[in-house]
């Protein structure tokens, strides 16, 4: 069997006959007068159409090429037409604000950037430019970047020949949610996106890997490292159907879904969360009734998310795949919960803070003190390094700060939380949001979980004082009584503070963006120290 190649992923699969067929939510926006299925053939024509116009558009290999549209999977095409040149894609969400989003760009200094009409209006709008030597209107007049090329204007012309790199040079570079603040710019290379990522998700193991009667659907940011992950060994195990969802709107979902009901699912726990109203119908019409395998990374989920949707499924024994990682890193932990691991309601240690044990041969966990970095016994709370070949090769514009956070051989993932006595890892908050004495991930766990018209609960440090809980319901008010008696048996809180769900800051990944909320509630952030002596020579054993 050939080796997978991100340059030629679709010609090899054409080339074994791959039966996969994508269905789209939408027309994809670099080909949107095209809304029918499509085959691996149809993908590889694409994938060198497209690899012509940025070679055209005047990127070569080695140039950074920024790629930057509203969600859909064609960014993901995009990328592969950039790496098939030997260029290094660089894929950035369009929900950035704009002054954000100039900021990632001047780190890129990229050789062309790529972007639809709408970003070209909000950051005219902005009055904020977009550096890049060059540019490439995807849609629109370009009133709003006068400079830029459209896409038409460089169709047509002959694909170069598909370029060879080395293992260890830059592959793609990709970006973090940016909760905490700026996202990070973080290289890959094929050694560890491809060889150490996409190549051990792409074999078939047993329940996790696509089937080849399978329909694999996708609602995910598109823009972020691990879309690029996700096609690349989906497609490679060839299962009959694969569904990309751009938009996650329960109205533009639900009838997709309808029509290309999935067997597995991967999606944003946020929109998991969008969704639960989908899943709580009945069985005659439930679009998830034939899901055997959930997925979710990026964030944390919380039971009753996890509970209803295993309940939707008609299967015997349907599973959810809950995934802890980073982009520098790829999976670090994973878990498959079940009906029965989420069937206690109200617990006061929720089983989705169990994010298991680190994927086995692949990743080493160790908790450390934050202040010494020594190695804690198991049960005490601590920060979490890791240690994998996956690791990326650096931030783009921020060497000093990934050199802080590489600490010998291992890691440090900035998370805080503790290895159990079963060698399972519970990851209890970000360092920059911890509390002392409490996990603020667990307590918005089991608030969720407690009061039923709670939609979201977001635990926020203030400068003094108790947490305070940020909460969304569905009715747009909390209920006293009822909130007194679920959060009887929890630290001490604050009065709650009731949102509507559309105000939460969020990043492209729908991660509430703490830090902003924070500063726009409670007046800004508390100072967290963090010392970092030198790592102790046991550091890298």
């Given at each position: 069997?050939?080796?997978?190649?991100?340059?030629?992923?679709?010609?090899?699969?054409?080339?074994r006959?791959?039966?996969?067929v994508?269905?789209?939510?939408?027309?994809?926006?670099?080909?949107?007068?095209?809304a029918?299925?499509?085959?691996?053939l149809?993908?590889?024509?694409?994938?060198?159409?497209?690899?012509?116009?940025?070679?055209?558009?005047?990127?070569?290999?080695?140039?950074?090429?920024?790629?930057?549209k509203?969600?859909?999977?064609?960014?993901?095409?995009?990328?592969m037409?950039?790496?098939?040149?030997?260029?290094?894609?660089?894929?950035?969400s369009?929900?950035?604000?704009?002054?954000?989003?100039?900021?990632?760009?001047?780190?890129?200094?990229?050789?062309?950037?790529?972007?639809?009409?709408?970003?070209?209006?909000?950051?005219?709008?902005?009055?904020?430019?977009?550096?890049?030597?060059?540019?490439?209107?995807?849609?629109?007049?370009?009133?709003?970047?006068?400079d830029?090329?459209?896409?038409?204007?460089?169709?047509?012309?002959?694909?170069?020949?598909?370029?060879?790199?080395?293992?260890?040079?830059p592959?793609?570079?990709v970006?973090?949610?940016?909760?905490?603040?700026?996202?990070?710019?973080?290289?890959?290379?094929?050694?560890?996106?491809?060889?150490?990522?996409?190549?051990?998700?792409?074999?078939?193991?047993?329940?996790?890997?696509?089937?080849?009667?399978?329909?694999?659907?996708?609602?995910?940011?598109?823009?972020?490292?691990?879309?690029?992950?996700?096609t690349?060994?989906?497609?490679?195990?060839?299962?009959?159907?694969?569904?990309a969802?751009?938009?996650?709107?329960p109205?533009?979902?639900?009838?997709?879904?309808?029509?290309?009901?999935?067997?597995?699912?991967?999606?944003?726990?946020?929109?998991?969360?969008?969704?639960?109203?989908?899943?709580?119908?009945?069985?005659?019409?439930?679009?998830?009734?034939?899901?055997?395998?959930?997925?979710?990374?990026?964030?944390?989920?919380?039971?009753?998310a996890?509970?209803?949707?295993?309940?939707?499924?008609?299967?015997?024994?349907?599973?959810w795949?809950?995934?802890?990682?980073?982009?520098?890193?790829?999976?670090?932990?994973?878990?498959?919960?079940t009906?029965?691991?989420?069937?206690?309601?109200?617990?006061?240690?929720?089983?989705t803070?169990?994010?298991?044990?680190?994927?086995?041969?692949?990743?080493?966990?160790?908790?450390?003190?934050?202040?010494?970095?020594?190695?804690l016994?198991?049960?005490r709370?601590?920060?979490?390094?890791?240690?994998?070949?996956a690791?990326?090769?650096?931030?783009?514009?921020?060497?000093?700060?990934?050199s802080?956070?590489?600490?010998?051989?291992?890691?440090?993932?900035?998370?805080?939380?503790?290895?159990?006595?079963?060698?399972s890892?519970?990851?209890?908050?970000?360092?920059?949001?911890?509390?002392?004495?409490?996990?603020?991930?667990?307590?918005?766990?089991?608030?969720?979980?407690?009061?039923?018209?709670?939609?979201?609960?977001?635990v926020?440090r203030?400068?003094?004082g108790?947490?305070?809980?940020?909460?969304?319901?569905?009715?747009?008010?909390?209920?006293?009584?009822?909130?007194?008696?679920?959060?009887?048996?929890?630290?001490?809180?604050?009065?709650?503070?009731?949102?509507?769900?559309?105000d939460?800051?969020?990043?492209?990944?729908?991660?509430?963006?703490?830090l902003?909320?924070?500063?726009?509630?409670?007046?800004?952030?508390?100072?967290?120290?963090?010392?970092?002596?030198?790592?102790?020579?046991?550091?890298?054993?």
């Open positions: 069997m050939k080796r997978l190649d991100i340059a030629t992923l679709f010609d090899t699969l054409a080339e006959h791959s039966p996969t994508l269905h789209l939510s939408r027309p994809l926006d670099i080909a949107p007068d095209d029918g299925p499509r085959n691996v149809d993908l590889a024509a694409l994938v060198e159409d497209w690899s012509a116009r940025l070679a055209a558009a005047g990127a070569g290999p080695g140039d950074r090429v920024a790629l930057v509203r969600n859909h999977w064609d960014i993901v095409l995009l990328a037409s950039a790496v098939r040149i030997g260029a290094v894609p660089a894929p950035v369009a929900q950035l604000p704009p002054a954000t989003l100039a900021t990632l760009l001047a780190r890129l200094d990229a050789a062309l950037l790529v972007l639809d009409g709408a970003t070209a209006q909000r950051a005219a709008a902005a009055r904020i430019g977009l550096p890049a030597r060059r540019r490439l209107l995807l849609d629109g007049t370009g009133e709003n970047l006068p830029a090329v459209p896409a038409a204007d460089v169709r047509g012309h002959p694909a170069p020949a598909p370029r060879r790199r080395g293992a260890d040079e592959l793609i570079i970006h973090t949610s940016g909760t905490t603040g700026t996202p990070k710019l973080v290289v890959h290379s094929t050694a560890t996106i491809v060889r150490r990522l996409i190549g051990f998700e792409a074999r078939r193991w047993p329940v996790l890997s696509s089937r080849p009667g399978d329909t694999v659907a996708a609602a995910t940011s598109f823009a972020h490292g691990r879309a690029f992950a996700w690349a060994s989906v497609f490679w195990l060839r299962p009959a159907a694969v569904a969802i751009a938009d996650h709107s109205q533009a979902a639900e009838p997709f879904l309808r029509a290309h009901p999935p067997t597995t699912l991967e999606a944003l726990p946020a929109t998991y969360v969008r969704w639960r109203h989908l899943a709580a119908a009945p069985a005659a019409e439930n679009v998830f009734a034939r899901v055997r395998l959930y997925i979710s990374t990026f964030d944390a989920v919380h039971p009753p996890v509970r209803t949707f295993l309940a939707a499924s008609e299967r015997r024994r349907p599973v795949l809950q995934g802890w990682g980073q982009s520098e890193t790829g999976p670090l932990a994973f878990r498959l919960l009906r029965k691991s989420v069937a206690a309601v109200g617990e006061r240690r929720p089983t803070r169990d994010l298991g044990r680190p994927v086995p041969g692949r990743t080493r966990l160790r908790v450390a003190d934050p202040a010494t970095l020594r190695p016994r198991r049960g709370p601590g920060l979490v390094l890791a240690r994998t070949k690791l990326g090769l650096g931030y783009v514009g921020e060497s000093e700060r990934w802080a956070k590489q600490l010998g051989r291992w890691w440090n993932t900035e998370d805080v939380g503790m290895r159990t006595r079963g060698g890892v519970h990851v209890l908050d970000r360092e920059v949001d911890a509390v002392a004495g409490m996990s603020c991930v667990e307590v918005e766990d089991v608030v969720d979980d407690r009061v039923g018209e709670v939609v979201e609960c977001v926020l203030p400068r003094e108790p947490p305070v809980p940020v909460v969304v319901t569905e009715s747009g008010s909390l209920d006293p009584a009822a909130w007194r008696r679920a959060t009887a048996d929890l630290p001490e809180l604050a009065e709650p503070l009731v949102m509507a769900a559309d939460l800051p969020r990043t492209g990944t729908g991660k509430v963006r703490r902003e909320l924070r500063s726009r509630l409670l007046g800004g952030a508390h100072p967290v120290a963090r010392p970092r002596p030198a790592p102790p020579t046991s550091a890298g054993r």
